[in-house]
């Protein structure tokens, strides 16, 4: 099972991205899918999670309203909508397949992770 992110870039602040992740192997459309992210010296943070059919999706705090997670399972493939950006949303983005096709925040809960994709907003 691979998980690729893709997407991120440079972007100012109150921009917009749209990350990418597409998944190969079996695992895919009966497991929930999430994104994470990362700062240097700090824990892995939990951004948003999908779950297997769609409907459900559980945001951070900290960008509800403000990202979108979605799915095609058709195309084996999960989404991120970052918008309205701010300089505290700079960091690696995590794709990450769960284990269950529902699933929390809890990084112990996600089994397969991608490459991460850095994503750097300007003041």
């Known amino acids: 099972v691979q998980l690729q992110a893709s997407g991120g870039g440079l972007v100012q602040a109150g921009g917009s991205l749209r990350l990418s992740c597409a998944a190969s192997?079996?695992?895919?459309?009966?497991?929930?899918l999430g994104w994470f992210r990362q700062t240097p010296g700090r824990e892995r943070e939990f951004v948003a999670v999908?779950?297997?059919?769609?409907?459900?999706?559980v945001y951070a705090d900290s960008v509800k309203g403000r990202f979108t997670i979605s799915r095609d399972n058709a195309k084996n493939a999960v989404t991120l909508q970052i918008d309205s950006l701010t300089p505290e949303d700079t960091a690696v983005y995590y794709c990450?397949?769960?284990?269950?096709?529902?699933?929390?925040?809890?990084?112990?809960?996600?089994?397969?992770w991608g490459q991460g994709t850095l994503v750097t907003v300007s003041s």
């Open positions: 999908i779950s297997y059919n769609g409907g459900s999706k």
């Open positions: 192997g079996r695992i895919f459309s009966n497991n929930a």
């Open positions: 990450a397949a769960a284990t269950k096709s529902y699933a929390g925040s809890r990084s112990r809960d996600y089994r397969y």
